[in-house]
């Protein structure tokens, strides 16, 4: 089963198998419109107000969806005059990336790290500024002699992060001993993560987390 970050899914997942299904869910517009009918029954007119579209432009797409596979017809819901067509798509949906009609798979872990990326910025942006940062600082690294802009504040990381979680992003330089003593409390701390992975619960706040170890081009 897919792991989710962002939220929670425990049903079952549908899997892509065609190259217009992986079309259809690469495509940004395309999605907007399927997403109102993810593991939920609704007609077009409905569906339609919740995606901000036209019926007429979400009806081409539902024609599509049906098509492809994505979009079940599932019956009608009578009312007076013409019953309304229901609709519903899989809660889950996998898309291999084999599947993606995209250039190569960092453009497809671009656009799959997308939302994940302005949900930390926007709750970075919105820490920054209860924690009052000092403002930002641009300099040329003595060592790389790249140029870096980051927030700036007159408390050390610790002291400004303590209590309200903490963010730590660098490139490290690591010896064979030290990547294999880093490994070990990253896979320590990703099992203990894994093991916390649940749904929204009361007296339990929502938040981001992300653990990457990966080696760099020198």
């Given amino acids: ?12 997942w549908f899997t ?15 999605v907007q419109m399927l997403q109102p009918f993810l593991g939920r029954t609704l007609g ?14 979400l009806s081409y797409r539902i024609r599509q969806f049906v098509a492809a596979g994505l979009l079940k017809d599932v019956g009608e819901q009578p009312r007076r005059g013409r019953p309304v067509r229901l609709y519903q798509a899989a809660g889950g949906i996998f898309l291999p990336f084999q599947h ?20 930390k910025v926007q709750a970075l942006a919105r820490l920054l500024t209860e924690m009052h940062s000092d403002g930002r600082v641009l300099y ?32 490290l330089w690591l010896s064979r001993a030290q990547l294999a003593e880093l490994q070990a409390l990253y896979d320590s701390l990703s099992e203990w993560v894994t093991a916390l992975e649940t749904g929204p619960r009361a007296g339990a706040k929502p938040y981001l987390l992300e653990l990457t170890l990966v080696p760099l081009e020198e």
Wanted: hydrophobic share 35%.
């Fill in 1 to 12: 089963m897919p792991q989710t970050i962002l939220g929670s899914y425990t049903g079952e």
């Fill in 100 to 119: 993606t009609p995209f250039e190569d798979l960092e453009a497809q872990i671009a656009v799959q790290l997308e939302p994940i990326q302005r949900a």
């Fill in 140 to 171: 040329r690294d003595e060592v790389s002699g790249k140029v870096h802009s980051e927030a700036a504040s007159s408390l050390t990381p610790h002291a400004a992060w303590r209590g309200k979680g903490g963010n730590r992003t660098g490139k």
């Fill in 44 to 57: 077009a007119a409905e569906a339609a107000r919740e995606a901000g579209v036209s019926v007429e432009r």
């Fill in 16 to 30: 892509v198998q065609t190259p217009e299904q992986a079309r259809l869910l690469s495509d940004s517009a395309a």
